[in-house]
């Protein structure tokens, strides 16, 4: 079995025959790149650097020339050892030339127009790799929170229209923030801007924040019913969660202590994006019954 080594340990197993197993671990820097792969017993099995747009980077060696046994490499992607292109699910990526193979199928030029860096059907992320990841090879797009830009990405298992629908949702509970901009402390400023990412996954069971990332997950369902003041205060939640894992990592971020102080800035900093009396009422019971609902803040993600 293989693990890799990230926000969380994922688990799969590789039986070599009936009666035997190999336990083999990923080490994963923050983007996902697979950097080693080593043995049960810490040994290293493969090694990997590469340049921001994901060719391998091998200084005097070969790539991985301890022993490249398996394919993931760039982002978690996996290489075709005979193309060497790396395969993202809607489209092939070349890290040579830093530009997938073919154009991007969820491309609008609508909405691409008035950005130059998205200009080009081909480019990875932008043009700035150092910053995004393409999931699967289709752009992403950016959204101004407080006078920062927020990567945001729709899940493209939905069709055109579901993802217009939903992006619609998003932008209007960005602008809520945006205006209440004046009457936010600078505190409050600083704690929504540690979400640097959104993602909008139909396959999530609830919405849930990567800490280390500043990625906040929410389902369609979620994006659906909240309404544009109660979305937003919930992105001040979850980023809350991030500020607390800047102080102490999970041991503080996690739990019902973390859920408690991450609910009371939610409501301060909802009601003045403007949540309904009811939204508030909902929230104070949240925080006070906090035990009734562990079950749900500490339920699997997928």
């Given at each position: 079995m293989r693990i890799e080594l990230a926000i969380v340990a994922l688990l799969s197993l590789s039986p070599v025959s009936a009666w035997a197993q190999t336990v083999e671990f990923y080490h994963l820097d923050a983007i996902g790149n697979v950097l080693a792969v080593t043995s049960y017993n810490g040994a290293v099995v493969e090694q990997h650097d590469y340049l921001p747009y994901g060719e391998e980077l091998c200084g005097t060696q070969a790539c991985g020339s301890i022993n490249p046994g398996q394919p993931k490499r760039f982002t978690g992607k996996e290489r075709d050892a005979e193309t060497g292109l790396d395969y993202f699910g809607a489209r092939y990526y070349g890290s040579k030339i830093g530009r997938f193979t073919t154009v991007d199928p969820a491309y609008t030029i609508k909405e691409n127009l008035v950005d130059p860096q998205r200009w080009n059907k081909y480019a990875y992320g932008r043009n700035?790799?150092?910053?995004?990841?393409?999931?699967?090879?289709?752009?992403?797009?950016?959204?101004?929170?407080?006078?920062?830009?927020?990567?945001?990405?729709?899940?493209?298992?939905?069709?055109?229209?579901?993802?217009?629908?939903?992006?619609?949702?998003?932008?209007?509970?960005?602008?809520?923030?945006?205006?209440?901009?004046?009457?936010?402390?600078?505190?409050?400023?600083?704690?929504?801007?540690?979400?640097?990412?959104?993602?909008?996954?139909?396959?999530?069971?609830?919405?849930?924040?990567?800490?280390?990332?500043?990625?906040?997950?929410?389902?369609?369902?979620?994006?659906?019913?909240?309404?544009?003041?109660?979305?937003?205060?919930?992105?001040?939640?979850?980023?809350?969660?991030?500020?607390?894992?800047?102080?102490?990592?999970?041991?503080?971020?996690?739990?019902?202590?973390?859920?408690?102080?991450?609910?009371?800035?939610?409501?301060?900093?909802?009601?003045?994006?403007?949540?309904?009396?009811?939204?508030?009422?909902?929230?104070?019971?949240?925080?006070?019954?906090?035990?009734?609902?562990r079950s749900y803040f500490e339920s699997p993600i997928k």
């Open positions: 700035n790799p150092l910053r995004y990841v393409d999931p699967d090879g289709r752009l992403d797009y950016s959204a101004d929170l407080l006078g920062k830009s927020l990567n945001v990405h729709i899940d493209d298992r939905l069709s055109g229209q579901r993802q217009q629908e939903l992006k619609s949702r998003l932008d209007a509970s960005f602008g809520t923030i945006n205006r209440a901009d004046p009457s936010l402390t600078q505190q409050e400023r600083n704690i929504v801007g540690n979400i640097k990412r959104i993602n909008v996954d139909s396959e999530a069971k609830r919405s849930y924040v990567e800490e280390k990332q500043g990625a906040f997950t929410l389902t369609p369902d979620y994006v659906d019913r909240a309404s544009d003041p109660y979305l937003g205060s919930a992105i001040g939640h979850d980023a809350f969660h991030v500020e607390l894992f800047k102080l102490g990592g999970t041991a503080k971020s996690r739990g019902a202590e973390a859920e408690v102080k991450a609910t009371e800035f939610q409501i301060g900093f909802g009601r003045k994006l403007g949540l309904t009396p009811g939204e508030v009422q909902h929230l104070e019971l949240y925080k006070t019954n906090i035990e009734r609902y």
